[in-house]
């Protein structure tokens, strides 16, 4: 089977358009037409049904296309491992959500790397149907989920059908985290009335893709007037350390960060929501020693700043 037809078509799938995928991969339309029929005719499918409104997969092409870009990404993966000796490279990979407790415990695992030669490690912050989209397609080999208990269902049918093992790291309550000069802090007990004239900063993307961003944050946050979205870690620290008036709902934070940044966290009892934070794998995939060894990290981690 040539390679370059299975790169062609799945550019014409990614477009839905032979002139447009022709143009992007800098060859002539005919040319381009003629290696899609080729591919077809060799495997005795149809890929694509071709109408005036362009290409789009067939069932079988649907098929074709799961494996199309399965075979493609393990051949680029194989190019990268010979590429400058990196096959003798140790890697670890972990896609995770933006939570302190895994930073720290990532920063603890990397100490490890003084003791190996040559490796390389890759930490991906986002959310989760980014990590699920990138463990399948393999850029990272784990990653962990958080989502509230709710959506429980939701995931674990998700996981099940997309052949990812998985393994529960914590389940936890959220609790606030805020400027020891808050007022906030001075409180003997919160209640989400008090939280409401104050500014919430809160990690913008959803973790349901399947609802509207407005449902998702009326089903994950109390409601409050005034609201500051951020993608980074980095940003919400910073607002938080330099505005006593802001405040976030996040997992149990460890100690370290509380220090660094003049922090405190303090509990909502109002608040009974259950999270939880899931490990996922490709369910053909084996654990590493430095997979077992962030593990470790993070289990231990997670009970330091959870106790």
């Known amino acids: 089977m040539n390679l370059v037809y299975l790169k062609y078509a799945v550019e014409v799938a990614s477009l839905g358009s032979i002139n447009k995928a022709a143009e992007k991969l800098y060859i002539d339309q005919p040319n381009l037409s003629r290696s899609i029929r080729d591919l077809e005719n060799s495997l005795g499918v149809t890929i694509f049904e071709r109408s005036a409104r362009g290409m789009k997969l067939t069932a079988d092409g649907e098929v074709f296309l799961k494996y199309a870009k399965s075979i493609l990404g393990q051949v680029d993966a194989l190019e990268t491992v010979f590429r400058e000796g990196a096959v003798h490279k140790k890697q670890f990979s972990v896609s995770v959500p933006r939570a302190s407790y895994i930073s720290e415990a ?6 490890k790397v003084s003791e190996i030669d040559s490796a390389e490690l890759f930490y ?11 463990v399948l397609e393999e850029k990272y080999k784990l990653g962990i989920l958080r989502y509230a208990e709710n959506f429980d269902k939701y995931y674990k049918e998700m996981m099940e059908e997309k052949g990812l093992a998985c393994e529960l790291i914590g389940e936890f309550h959220y609790v606030l985290l805020m400027s020891r000069e808050s007022p906030l ?3 003997p007990e919160i209640t989400y009335r008090d939280l409401a004239p104050h500014i919430e900063i809160a990690h913008a993307d959803p973790y349901v893709p399947s609802l509207p961003l407005s449902e998702v ?15 980074e870690r980095g940003s919400q620290f910073d607002l938080l350390a330099e505005n006593p008036d802001t405040f976030m709902w996040v997992s149990p934070v460890p100690k370290v960060y509380l220090e660094r940044y003049g922090l405190v966290q303090r509990v909502c009892p109002e608040n009974r929501k259950i999270y939880k934070d ?19 990290e993070l289990c231990r981690v997670k009970r330091e700043a959870m106790s």
């Open 124 to 134: 991906k912050e986002t959310n989760s149907m980014r990590t699920i989209r990138n």
């Open 106 to 111: 990532f920063a603890a695992f990397s100490k």
């Open 185 to 187: 802090a001075a409180l």
């Open 217 to 231: 944050k009326k089903e994950e946050l109390p409601e409050v007037e005034k609201r500051i979205f951020v993608f």
């Open 278 to 296: 899931l490990m996922i794998y490709r369910g053909d995939y084996k654990l590493t020693e430095l997979d077992k060894a962030f593990v470790s």
